[in-house]
């Protein structure tokens, strides 16, 4: 994964379970993980219902971070697709309901090209 130059992930979807080793967090795009993990040892790699669909091709990538890197255009695709459907590009007249929906839009368009990039089979590079 790729790190910030403090050493931590960019995308932090690591542990995937709490202390007691409950699902938390989607190994591969973030949302609320269920209880099917990915990894026999260390961390469970705990995925969501969505991405549960794709342990098979997650299986094969030994390097999440250039798909997560190439999902950030569906986050940018999502957010412009959400200002344009508003109709106002000034960020700074949107309420705290809008500011939310584009945050949402964002985090969805990241994990909606994810999903579609690892169902795809093509290395994003
Ligand atoms: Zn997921």
Known sequence: MTKLPTGKPII??????????????????????????MAPKGDPAYVCGECVLLVEELRKVRRLDVYELAALDGAVDAMGDYINA?????LQFYD???????????????ADRLRKLLRDGAAPF
């Open 96 to 110: 705290e309901l809008d500011q939310r929906l584009l945050a949402k839009a964002a985090v969805m368009g990241f």
């Open 12 to 37: 932090p979807f690591s542990p995937t379970a709490d202390d007691q080793g409950n699902p938390t967090i989607c190994h591969c795009c973030g949302r609320r993980a269920i209880g099917i993990g």
């Open 86 to 90: 508003k109709g106002l590009t000034d």
